[in-house]
């Protein structure tokens, strides 16, 4: 290329930088509404059963019944709202902003309640999955604008003027309990503020609200929709064993006969229901022809906390039959093959995310249990491969993949097999983290601490519950390092401990705790639960059970750095 079309190249580069910094300028400014609007919802099993509309000075409106839950929400700042499809679904700040619509003299609000409870935002654009997308779902702001002025949708959308107005949720004078609790709690968790009490809170939140979703059976309700209680279709194994694995955690850290039934119940499930030949070994699969390790490690990794806890002995032969499937399944550079075909009675050497580093971090684990030295070298083999050769390309020290499981393992193997490289490894994939974590005043949204994809995307939870458990394991091997002397570095140490506080406090500011109960059909069903993201309220097992994982290992850490 020559340096004439390089200069145009960069010249073209730096005007879209320049429009996108405008846009997104623009994007979050508003102006001050020529005078304050007090929108007034009562809310009742979820559903909105009505509104009024009013400035701070006018007289008070009536008052709801005992069963209903008033809630203010006030108008701080407008802005213009483009009416086209495309423009529209990304003109809002998920959370944060509604839509004014004013059609022949009357005016209505779709707040952000309303589009919270009907679970618009981020529903516009899906990607890889229905749990994920972006934009605010147009269809569904201009039902709540048409319902309230009685005409149809697209009138709304031909004629009415559309104006994007910012909402802050209010308590109500003289408001009851439950309106109290609808609003933001004044006890912002933030990295300064936590506590042992306030994280064993979330444990103990987490946790029950997990064991209450584990029927006879023990199957969980895998995934919820949190407004209605509705349980939605699918089902997932290794998510299943990992959220057995955090109920045996809870149960053990609580000492809790209810999660520690519901944690047995689960694993009895995984044991007696889905355990299955794979050739000569016994392997955690449905009925079918391929079987994919992640289920046998994550059930292995659950059975091995059930018998450390003293949940239930019995689990030691589970534990040793899963080890040696695993074990059969690693090449002899220590890469896993990861699925099994039951008919042929062979392994597939095909590789997928997460599942090395679970089966490493497996038999790291199962060797405590069974003293069997051929676990052990298994899983440093298998660490040594995910942190060496396994990660080794040009670049490959500037990028990396999602290693929590990994990190994990370094820590349960370091006072067995350490492997100074694989911590540094470790310690690499962190600050690489951290400088995707953000900041307060980095985007419009609540996310110190997050791990976001930018100011235009609300921030997933199960990103910081996942880099949190990481954090946690790094930060346990450089509190034992510095206890025995081994010259642990403080700044390091210092980085980790906030890295892991600001993503804890990010994941504990939006459990449901109860979270604004008035717009949930059953505020119990889903108390403790941990949503997709601000705005995301499918509820799936596997986001309580990194959150509370995560809540686990930094009790531990806490406790082991506690001067004694």
């Not at 850490?557 to 506690?562: E, Q, Y």
């Amino acid at each position: 290329m020559s340096r004439r079309a390089l200069g145009r190249l960069l010249g073209v580069y730096a005007a879209l930088l320049v429009v996108l910094c405008v846009g997104v300028r623009a994007w979050f400014s508003l102006s001050a509404p020529p005078r304050e609007v007090v929108v007034e919802s009562w809310w009742k099993d979820g559903a909105r059963v009505g509104r009024f509309v009013r400035a701070p000075g006018d007289a008070a409106g009536p008052r709801p019944s005992p069963d209903v839950v008033a809630v203010h929400e006030v108008v701080t700042g407008e802005a213009p709202l483009c009416a086209q499809p495309f423009l529209f679904t990304l003109g809002l700040v998920p959370g944060r902003d509604g839509v004014r619509a004013e059609l022949d003299g009357e005016v209505a609000y779709a707040t952000v309640d309303d589009l919270l409870a009907l679970q618009a935002y981020d529903r516009a654009h899906l990607w890889t999955a229905a749990s994920f997308g972006w934009g605010t779902h147009r269809a569904t702001v201009l039902h709540v604008l048409s319902e309230q002025l009685g005409v149809r949708a697209q009138e709304i959308a031909e004629r009415a003027k559309l104006t994007r107005v910012r909402f802050e949720r209010r308590v109500p004078p003289g408001a009851r309990d439950e309106a109290r609790a609808a609003a933001p709690s004044p006890e912002r968790v933030t990295e300064a503020t936590l506590s042992r009490e306030v994280v064993l809170r979330g444990v103990r939140e987490a946790g029950t609200h997990l064991a209450r979703a584990v029927d006879d059976d023990g199957r969980f309700r895998y995934m919820i929709d949190a407004s209605t209680n509705t349980t939605l279709p699918g089902y997932n194994w290794p998510r299943h064993s990992g959220s057995t694995f955090f109920l045996a955690q809870a149960a053990s850290v609580l000492d809790d006969p209810f999660v520690r039934y519901a944690t047995l119940r689960a694993a009895a499930r995984l044991r007696d229901a889905m355990m299955r030949d794979c050739g000569d070994q016994r392997c955690v699969c449905e009925e079918g022809e391929i079987a994919e390790i992640g289920s046998s490690a994550l059930a292995l990794i659950a059975f091995t906390e059930v018998v450390r806890t003293g949940a239930d002995g019995a689990y030691r032969p589970a534990v040793a039959q899963l080890a040696a499937f695993l074990r059969s399944q690693q090449r002899p550079d220590g890469e896993f093959q990861h699925q099994f075909n039951r008919v042929t009675r062979r392994p597939i050497d095909v590789q997928f995310l997460y599942f090395s580093g679970e089966a490493t971090l497996a038999l790291a684990r199962a060797h405590r249990i069974t003293g069997d030295p051929a676990d052990l070298e298994a899983a440093r083999r298998g660490l040594a491969r995910l942190s060496g050769s396994g990660w080794s390309f040009f670049g490959s020290r500037y990028y990396f993949s999602e290693e929590h499981w990994t990190c994990q393992a370094v820590a349960e193997l370091w006072d067995r097999a350490p492997d100074r490289e694989a911590l540094a490894f470790c310690a690499r994939w962190h600050e690489y983290q951290r400088r995707l974590q953000q900041d307060a005043d980095e985007t419009p949204f609540d996310a110190d601490g997050a791990f976001g994809l930018g100011p235009l995307v609300s921030p997933r939870v199960t990103p910081a519950s996942s880099r949190g458990e990481a954090a946690g394991a790094l930060l346990d091997v450089l509190v034992r390092e510095r206890l025995a002397g081994r010259g642990a570095r403080d700044d390091e140490l210092v980085l980790v401990d906030r890295e892991l506080r600001r993503a804890l406090a990010f994941v504990l500011r939006h459990q449901f705790d109860p979270g604004p109960s008035h717009l949930f059909l059953d505020p119990v069903a889903v108390r403790g639960a941990v949503p997709g993201s601000p705005v995301d309220w499918q509820l799936r097992i596997d986001y309580a059970q990194h959150a509370g994982s995560m809540m686990v290992r930094w009790l531990e850490v806490d406790a082991l750095a506690a001067p004694r």
